[in-house]
């Protein structure tokens, strides 16, 4: 049974700090990583994607990926109340038609002002 | 239109109904997704179009039947369905490699909330 395990939260940060999320998935085969932005009641948005081991940096938010250890972390510099949200990791790519993203439960985060 | 469409946005329905949801991509994609999303629970997939190809996921009910007539359409059709089926079913689409698999982004559509009666 192929998984991605996300603590559910709430992760609750103040206004400005950083916000650290995290991923663990038990296929070795995913190749791809992605993490989505689910607000109450909304579709998820892409947040970032990472394929490759180390960091990947877009404005804000910093992905991690660390095969060896089957880890991927979020890291949101600055937390604003906007980034309030549940936010989704998905581990995908095994080069087989019809394989779809294994999505974790999600974790919400609180940014208080 | 952009992005990943789906209609209706909410239904409300009885057991003994028949509907359908409709979702179309603009993207140009070649896969497109159904996925259920209930409270407190992961993404769930229930069936995906892919390369042409439809992979069917077993522990999906019969009272679930996507159609899929060409690539930028997709289709879930609902009949007598159970209020354990009231969740957001959304819709998803990417463009797959030559091998297939879900090394791309997904896009997702803005879902259908769906309360069964």
């Known amino acids: 049974q192929k998984e991605v395990e996300q603590n559910s939260g709430p992760l609750s940060v103040p206004e400005g700090a950083i916000a650290s999320l995290n991923c663990t998935y038990s296929?070795?085969?995913?190749?791809?990583f992605f993490w989505y932005r689910q607000y109450s009641g909304k579709s998820p948005e892409l947040i970032m994607f990472i394929y490759s081991n180390g960091d990947k940096e877009d404005g804000r938010f910093t992905a991690q990926l660390n095969k060896a250890s089957q880890y991927v972390s979020l890291l949101i510099r600055d937390s604003q109340p906007s980034d309030s949200a549940t936010y989704l990791c998905?581990?995908?790519?095994?080069?087989?038609?019809?394989?779809?993203?294994?999505f974790g439960k999600g974790t919400t985060l609180s940014v208080s002002s | 239109e952009t992005g990943v469409t789906q209609t209706p946005r909410h239904l409300v329905m009885g057991m003994t109904n028949k509907k359908s949801l409709k979702c179309e991509q603009h993207l140009g994609h070649n896969a497109m997704y159904w996925y259920k999303q209930s409270a407190k629970k992961p993404l769930e997939l229930m069936f995906v179009?892919?390369?042409?190809?439809?992979?069917e996921n077993n522990s999906v009910p019969s009272r679930f039947s996507p159609e899929c007539p060409n690539s930028s359409h997709l289709f879930l059709h609902l009949h007598t369905l159970q209020p354990e089926d009231s969740a957001l079913y959304l819709c998803?689409?990417?463009?797959?490699?030559?091998?297939?698999?879900?090394?791309?982004?997904?896009?997702f559509g803005p879902g259908t909330r769906l309360l069964v009666l």
């Open positions: 998905a581990a995908g790519g095994a080069n087989q038609a019809g394989t779809a993203l294994i």
């Open positions: 998803a689409s990417s463009q797959e490699g030559p091998l297939g698999g879900s090394l791309e982004t997904q896009y």
């Open positions: 179009y892919s390369l042409e190809e439809r992979v």
């Open positions: 296929d070795r085969g995913s190749q791809s």
